[in-house]
């Protein structure tokens, strides 16, 4: 197992992810305990010493899952990650009843790391807001010993992570991003990780497979990196991308049976980062991944200066293409519900004045419509 230095610890550079651990008849709430005890017991035989849970996975039996799995080990041999939930509104405010309970939940009396968990759009304002004490209380913990490092997750946009990074910069230990090569410029990874690193801070890796979309990549472009790497799968070329950015310390994967396992330790035996003619072969199949549904928009804002609506329309399209290509996902409505109506993809009232100034002669009022209709589904 590769380890990565943090703090004077080292991290093995594989991370458990216990958000998707194998469920019972189809039933998310309902953990298999007895195949995640046999995973979590060979990830620590062979050298995974960090994992990471949550207040909402598995409809919160992850936490209860993961404590009493890992309560049968010494508590030297894991670093355990858990986080505050504040994608849910109605937590704010209870910081203290909640962090108590994981404790409970987990049957450890500190967590080695704990997280302000998916800063974005729809709570950022509230995260902001010293009423809730929610960053006063996380700083007492870390005081007493029971919270040991402290950092935050993020799906935000870029402004959301600086207005955060502003305020609780000087709090944060490291931060935990969504990168995987496909994001890396679709979802602007790169420029959030080099905002993250403009702090001082390490990157934690989320979505290294973006929910298992890279692990079964079409046959010719894998015949495309057999050609440099012929015995690497295609989850392996993705965590190796990952071994190739300096700034990340632990990449945390998701794994939801004993073959993923196997698979992704068995990768991580070695360290064997991208070459740039590799990095540049991941980025053209990457383009064409995303320009097959996404339209090309450049942002040059002409648009926006024609829109009687004062509509954010270069936005709107980004939100469009990630949902487009996603299939939907939470990330466009999240952000949605933030905006009033009159921002909307739906306030557009076709009138196409946009369309006529628009180099790439996208149909913007016919995207409108589309995403109008897709989030209503």
């Not at 890796?205 to 050609?227: F, I, N, Q, S």
Request: with cysteine.
């Amino acid at each position: 197992m590769i380890y990565r230095d943090f703090k004077g610890l080292k991290l093995s550079a594989l991370g458990f992810g216990t958000m998707r651990l194998p469920v019972k008849e189809g039933d998310d709430s309902r953990i298999d305990e007895k195949q995640a005890a046999e995973m979590f017991d060979y990830a620590l035989g062979h050298g995974v010493n960090y994992f990471d849970t949550a207040w909402g996975y598995h409809s919160g039996q992850s936490e209860v899952v993961t404590g009493k799995i890992l309560s049968a080990y010494p508590r030297e041999r894991f670093f355990l990650a858990s986080k505050f939930p504040g994608y849910d509104l109605s937590n704010m405010g209870k910081t203290e009843e909640i962090f108590e309970k994981q404790l409970e939940k987990c049957r450890v009396d500190h967590f080695d790391f704990y997280l302000v968990h998916n800063v974005c759009e729809l709570n950022i304002d509230a995260y902001l807001d010293e009423s809730y004490g929610t960053m006063d209380y996380l700083r007492r913990q870390k005081a007493d010993g029971r919270i040991r490092h402290l950092g935050f997750s993020a799906h935000g946009a870029l402004p959301v992570m600086k207005r955060f990074l502003e305020k609780y910069g000087a709090d944060m230990a490291f931060c935990q991003l969504q990168i995987n090569w496909l994001d890396w410029k679709f979802q602007s990874a790169d420029q959030k990780a080099e905002l993250v690193k403009a702090y001082g801070l390490p990157v934690w890796v989320m979505e290294p497979l973006r929910g298992g979309k890279l692990a079964a990549l079409p046959e010719a472009d894998m015949e495309k990196l057999k050609t440099f790497r012929p015995d690497e799968s295609a989850a392996a070329w993705a965590f190796r991308f990952l071994q190739s950015l300096p700034e990340v310390t632990v990449t945390l994967s998701g794994m939801s049976d004993f073959e993923q396992v196997r698979q992704n330790i068995r990768t991580f035996e070695t360290d064997r980062p991208l070459n740039e003619a590799e990095k540049a072969a991941l980025a053209a199949i990457a383009e064409r991944m995303t320009g097959e549904t996404s339209l090309p928009c450049t942002a040059c804002r002409y648009c926006t200066s024609h829109c009687p609506r004062h509509l954010d329309i270069p936005e709107l399209i980004k939100l469009y293409n990630e949902h487009r290509f996603t299939g939907g996902g939470f990330i466009a409505p999240m952000v949605m519900g933030t905006l009033p109506e009159d921002k909307k993809p739906s306030a557009c009232i076709g009138c196409r004045s946009c369309e006529k100034v628009c180099p790439q002669q996208i149909r913007i009022s016919e995207m409108m419509k589309d995403f109008t209709q897709r989030l209503k589904g």
